[in-house]
């Protein structure tokens, strides 16, 4: 909840509330018909008592040239919600409330942290399941380092 000068990190209205998650994606027209995979991603997280959940999307760069975008957004999806849950449970457990001169500095630290973990991720992956020759000519003469 965003008041006039806080941020407040609430859990449930009822202390025994529980949610389940779920989150879809569908390939569009396009995609099937040129037999692209869907490059989107959905990922959710729920706490261990279920109280408090967090629900995100990814949109993949799309294209071509973007040959891995499918797994970066996957990555992206499933880290960012457990960020963001990790982030709001510690808050919202304390009870904790933010002023709101001091939110732009944590979102920067939860946007610092998810860009760091998938960076880690991608670099693992990559080293996991190396370039192909498709992929190299893509990086080819682009200033991309690949090694």
């Known amino acids: ?4 000068s806080e941020l407040y990190f609430m ?18 027209e396009s995609h099937r018909e040129g037999n692209i995979p869907c490059q989107d991603a959905a990922s959710h ?3 261990k008592n ?13 294209g071509e040239k973007y040959f891995r975008s499918d797994k ?8 960012s919600s457990k960020a963001i ?3 709001t449970e ?8 933010i002023r709101s001169n001091k939110i732009s500095d944590l979102l920067r630290q939860i946007e610092s942290n998810i860009i760091y973990q998938w960076r880690k991720e991608v670099l693992e992956d990559i080293q996991n399941n190396p370039f192909n020759e498709n992929e190299l000519s893509f990086c ?3 200033n991309i380092d690949i090694k």
């Open 140 to 142: 080819n003469g682009k």
């Open 90 to 97: 510690e808050r919202a457990y304390k009870k904790e409330v």
């Open 11 to 28: 859990l449930p209205f009822k202390e025994k509330e529980m949610y389940i998650g779920f989150h879809v994606k569908a390939r569009g």
């Open 50 to 62: 279920k109280n408090l959940g967090v629900a995100v999307v990814a949109d993949g760069h799309g």
């Open 45 to 47: 997280s729920l706490s």
């Open 72 to 79: 970066g957004a996957k990555l992206a999806a499933r880290i």
């Open 1 to 4: 909840m965003i008041g006039r």
């Open 85 to 87: 849950l990790s982030f």
